[in-house]
Each structure stands twice: as C-alpha cells, then as structure tokens.
C-alpha cells in the first residue's frame, strides 16, 4: 500500500473528519492544505509535512490528535516529521523556509483574509487622497459597446516614481514581510481604480479561476466616506451564488486577500459626488 493512502487511513482511523477545524472538519483542512502545496509543486516532503502539520497540537489548535512522534516518522518519513514538528513548535514559523510555506498554505485554505485599519494617519489619508484625485493622468477604460467585458471606470498604471508611490509600496511590502510571507510573492501589477457612480463592476478573480495563486493587497484612497455611500466590496463563494464578506472601503483601511476569490466593487449612491478610490497591488505566489 503506498505512502498516500497509509496517511489517509491513519487520518481516518483517528477520526480526525469529526475533529472541528475551521468551518469544517480538521481532515479536510489537512487534505486542502496537501493539494495547495501540490499545486505550488513543493517538495513529497513538504507536501506530506502539510498533510500532517497539525497533528500534535499548537497554541492556535491545541487538539493533539497524536503524541508518539515515531508513529508519524513512520508514515511520512523523517524529514516531513521533522517539519510537523517545528511547525508546531515554532510559534512565529519563520526559522525554516519549509515550514514557513506550510504556514502559508495553511493560511490560505482557512481563506486569507485581512483587513487593517489606522495604519497611517489622517495626514498620510489626505495625501494619498489628494495625490490620486488631483494629480494622477486617469484614463478611462471601457467603451459603449456591449463586449463580453462590461468594465467602465478610470485606471491609472503606477509606474513608483513619485514619493508617495513609492511610500505605499514600501508600506505594502512591510506588512507581507510582518505576515512573513513576502518571500513567496512575486509584484506583477499595481494600480488604482476610481469609479464615479454610474459606472459598471464586474465580479471578477484576479488570477484566473483558480485560488491559491495570487495575493491581492488593496487600498482605499478615499479621505472620508459613510457607510450610508455604498461602493462596499463584496466578495463571493467560489459558486459565485452568495455573498461571504463585504468590505465598506474605509478611508485608512488596507485589505489583503486571496485574489483567486471573486469580488468586485458596488455603486456607490447616486448622490455622493466624489471618486470611489482604491490602490490595487497584485503579487503572484510563488515559493520555489
């Protein structure tokens, strides 16, 4: 019998699909965290290492499903024991680059999702706010005819040569590496979008239909705004049938996500006459 189906048998006889992990069961957790280290072509080793990584317990799940370390080294090998056992030893997961890209995946199949707010001050708001408002060469994309893409809404390419540009990449790159996972991403694109109301939003994925292959960090730019505005972000299940979060853009606020789940942006009200605003930096996943 192979390895594979060794470690799901044990899986299953230590019932751990009855184990409450997360929005579902602590089997299907270990089995989502395996397939996106697979996806990302990580070493067997490591790849076993996720299949296991929660296996003895940690300040963050603190169900020990098995304490006899032999009994694992037996079914995934030395090596992949050896990772199991520092991720759940190490709290910060930074001291091995292995480890460390289990803790990823792991955050991802959970659904990575941050939201920060009060980063900066209420000088660095206005700045941002008036800098992207008054001074940046918007163009508009989109067109009257009725094409397979329905986007309508202003686009500005940052380009990082001005200071504030520059200040916001910086920002962006300090809280990934605070995540410890900037090592493992890529810059493909930043931009920002503003949308005046009447414009159109599609629900879209940024990284084709798959999760777990990009991370989206996102800015809103405004200086002030009620919730009574409306321009919320939503965010769907992968069915794209039903709304799972929605985001009022907050001046100051900061989201990241993963950038395989569809989203998009609401109108804002009718009356509100100002430029919805956000700064969109997109980094493609990549750990090898």
């Not at 006889?13 to 579902?24: V, W």
């Not at 001291?95 to 990823?104: A, G, H, L, W, Y």
């Not at 629900?203 to 002030?224: A, E």
């Amino acid at each position: 019998m192979n390895k594979y189906i060794n470690c799901i048998n044990y899986l299953i006889q230590k019932k751990t699909n009855t184990i409450k992990h997360c929005k579902s069961n602590l089997f299907n957790h270990l089995m989502g965290t395996f397939n996106i280290l697979r996806k990302w072509d990580c070493s067997e080793d490591t790849c076993f290492a996720g299949l296991f990584h929660s296996i003895y317990g940690n300040d963050y799940f603190t169900i020990k499903t098995e304490g006899n370390r032999e009994v694992i080294k037996s079914l995934i090998g030395e090596k992949s024991e050896e990772l199991v056992y520092l991720f759940n030893t190490d709290i910060k997961r930074n001291i091995n680059r292995e480890v460390s890209i289990i803790s990823f995946a792991n955050n991802l199949e959970q659904g990575f999702f941050n939201v920060f707010d009060n980063l900066y001050d209420q000088k660095d708001i206005d700045d941002y706010y008036f800098y992207f408002r008054d001074t940046v060469p918007w163009k508009f994309l989109g067109s009257g005819e009725w094409t397979l893409s329905k986007w309508r809404k202003f686009t500005y390419v940052v380009e990082g040569k001005h200071k504030l540009e520059k200040k916001l990449k910086e920002q962006t790159e300090n809280i990934l590496k605070q995540l410890n996972v900037f090592d493992f991403l890529t810059l493909q694109r930043v931009y920002a979008s503003a949308n005046p109301y009447g414009t159109v939003h599609d629900i879209h994925q940024d990284y084709g239909t798959d999760l777990h292959k990009g991370i989206t960090v996102m800015y809103y730019l405004n200086r002030y705004w009620e919730p009574s505005y409306a321009g919320e972000t939503v965010f769907l299940n992968v069915e794209k049938n039903d709304i799972i979060k929605s985001i009022l853009p907050k001046p100051g606020r900061v989201i990241m996500f993963d950038g395989g789940c569809p989203h998009g942006a609401r109108d804002t009200r009718r009356d509100v006459n100002d430029l919805r605003m956000v700064l969109t930096f997109k980094y493609k996943i990549n750990v090898l």
